[in-house]
């Protein structure tokens, strides 16, 4: 099952893993789908060239630096997208810390390879409204030199907290926790990949993935 080995891959274990922790992330999987699924919202937006950043019509939103440009250079509208498995998750994940913390620790890994379906999911439905059209990777507030302080920008304009019920904290993260905000850019070529791997990650003096010598491949 894919979504199971991407679980794995969060929890650095990969190929590599045990019977039964393979069939602990399945049955946990199981668990979480049976109740929780990733909702989202987006907004397309065409967008203008000023000195270098894009600037999304009818927002004050100005998408700027390397990241930006390098992704963005053959497109004339972006994807604005917010993902989220909502309070319930939080709630479950709470509850499984309370009685078992290595059964949260895999949980948690559950979530973040839930969203990031949830991701696909809206991508493919993206892509699919674009007959014609091709879209860039998507890429995040908090990839490369994107700020994170975009995430609020991207939650304001999607009106996130009353459709999805999430909103950005004082420290610029999301709450609840397993939700992303993400732009992808839209484009009339086939458009490469362009930004990849730790090099270009926020997180990669934190990523526990990266000290262990495995990546979450992105």
């Known amino acids: ?54 600037c999304l019509q009818d927002t004050s939103i100005v998408l700027c630096g390397h990241t930006v440009r390098t992704m963005l250079e053959d497109c004339d509208a972006v994807f604005l997208l917010v993902c989220t498995l909502g309070a319930a998750f939080d709630n479950m994940f709470r509850a499984a810390r309370a009685r078992d ?23 493919h439905e993206l892509s699919a409204r674009c ?45 609840p926790q397993k939700s992303v905000t993400a732009v992808i850019g839209v484009a009339n070529r086939p458009q490469k990949a362009r930004v990849r791997g730790c090099a270009y990650c926020d997180m990669k003096e934190t990523c526990t993935l990266r000290k262990s010598g495995a990546s979450c491949q992105i």
């Open 131 to 175: 007959p014609g059209r091709f879209l860039t990777d998507r890429f995040s507030p908090g990839y490369g030199d994107m700020p994170l302080s975009l995430q609020a920008d991207i939650c304001g304009v999607l009106n996130a907290s009353r459709r999805l019920g999430v909103c950005v904290t004082d420290s610029m993260t999301l709450n």
């Open 101 to 123: 913390m290595s059964k949260a620790v895999i949980l948690d890994a559950c979530g973040s390879a839930l969203t990031e379906a949830g991701c696909d999911a809206a991508e």
């Open 1 to 54: 099952m894919e979504l199971v080995r991407e679980v794995l891959r969060y929890l650095g274990a990969g190929q590599s893993a045990p019977e039964s922790l393979y069939r602990e992330a399945s049955e946990l999987l199981a668990e979480l789908q049976s109740g929780i699924q990733p909702r989202y919202v987006y907004r397309l937006f065409p967008v203008r060239r000023e000195n270098g950043a894009f």
